[in-house]
């Protein structure tokens, strides 16, 4: 027998956009995640998965507090950060 699927989602990662969709809470929010400092599409798979999770979880954050707060985190120093390897 195949299950329902519960969960609808995907990432579009050219816009850094992540869409989710929980049918049985009636739950849908759209994620910009380019206002995250980071590089590696894994780092931003991983904030979607994380926000999401907070979403699932009906914790009563908006989805918009969300996508402003991203544009406020900073890596910690050294970590993430783009180091020039080009030799002149």
Do not use: W
């Not at 544009?71 to 120093?77: C, H, Q, R």
């Amino acid at each position: 027998m195949k299950r329902k699927r519960d969960v609808r989602s995907k990432m579009v990662m050219d816009k850094k956009v992540a869409y989710i969709e929980l049918p049985t809470t009636g739950l849908s929010a759209e994620l910009k995640l380019d206002s995250l400092n980071t590089v590696g599409n894994h780092n931003f798979q991983n904030a979607a998965v994380a926000i999401f999770c907070v979403l699932g979880l009906n914790m009563g954050i908006e989805v918009n507090s969300i996508n402003e707060a991203m544009g406020k985190l900073s890596p910690l120093p050294h970590r993430m950060q783009i180091v020039e390897t080009a030799v002149p």
